[in-house]
T-cell receptor, first 113, second 115 residues
Framework: AAGVIQSPRHLIKEKRETATLKCYPI?????VYWYQQGPGQDPQFLISFYEKMQSDKGSIPDRFSAQQFSDYHSELNMSSLELGDSALYFC????????????FGPGTRLTVT | DQQVKQNSPSLSVQEGRISILNCDYT??????FLWYKKYPAEGPTFLISISSIKDKNEDGRFTVFLNKSAKHLSLHIVPSQPGDSAVYFCAASVYSGGGADGLTFGKGTHLIIQP
């Protein structure tokens, strides 16, 4: 079965650079969620989108922004990167109204040097 | 303040026996709870969820029990298999009406199935 696709899988950036992470949800899923998992930490919810509109917002820094496009894929834009942004970034998707059944992608490992 | 707590960092169980993973929460507003399994370098894999209006949900070898009065839930895996060795995350969320609620995770329990 098709799963959530995230690209790139690995990304190395320097401080103060920008990064863009992409997420392609499972076919027919119209809701996308972004999570950040630091080393040894549990995943922290950043933001979610349904039908291209922001739906729920967690602990997303002001330096980060995200959007969902008409084909339901989503992009997380990160600017002025800091060392502390180094983490695994997961995207999850679900059918609308079924946030109790979120399916995660493999993650993008971002390293900021 | 950790709203979802998994107090056992690790658990070792013999193959074929029952694995019981526990989770406590502090936010009485949580509407549903989920369990995920995670292997290193992979994303969390959805296992099972339960609504706060239920006290049990079952799917194959996995059963989740919810005790709202105690703010406690548990995941039972019967029988335990070697492939079950992974980190298990408990997660919860409040239904906001928007239908895309973010999850609050516990810190995970590393389950080790011994042959």
């Amino acid at each position: 079965a098709a799963g959530v696709i995230q690209s790139p899988r690995h990304l190395i950036k320097e401080k103060r650079e920008t990064a863009t992470l992409k997420c392609y949800p499972i076919p027919r899923h119209d809701t996308v969620y972004w999570y950040q998992q630091g080393p040894g930490q549990d995943p922290q919810f950043l933001i979610s989108f349904y039908e291209k509109m922001q739906s729920d917002k967690g602990s997303i820094p002001d330096r980060f922004s995200a959007q969902q496009f008409s084909d339901y894929h989503s992009e997380l834009n990160m600017s002025s990167l800091e060392l502390g942004d180094s983490a695994l970034y997961f995207c999850a998707s679900s059918l609308s109204g079924r946030a109790y059944e979120q399916y995660f992608g493999p993650g993008t490992r971002l390293t900021v040097t | 303040d950790q709203q979802v707590k998994q107090n056992s960092p690790s658990l070792s169980v013999q193959e074929g026996r029952i694995s019981i993973l526990n989770c406590d929460y502090t936010n009485s507003m949580f509407d549903y709870f989920l369990w995920y399994k995670k292997y290193p370098a992979e994303g969390p894999t959805f296992l099972i969820s339960i609504s706060s209006i239920k006290d049990k949900n079952e799917d194959g070898r996995f059963t989740v029990f919810l005790n709202k009065s105690a703010k406690h839930l548990s995941l039972h895996i019967v029988p335990s298999q070697p492939g079950d060795s992974a980190v298990y995350f408990c997660a919860a969320s409040v239904y906001s009406g928007g239908g895309a609620d973010g999850l609050t995770f516990g810190k995970g329990t590393h389950l080790i199935i011994q042959p």
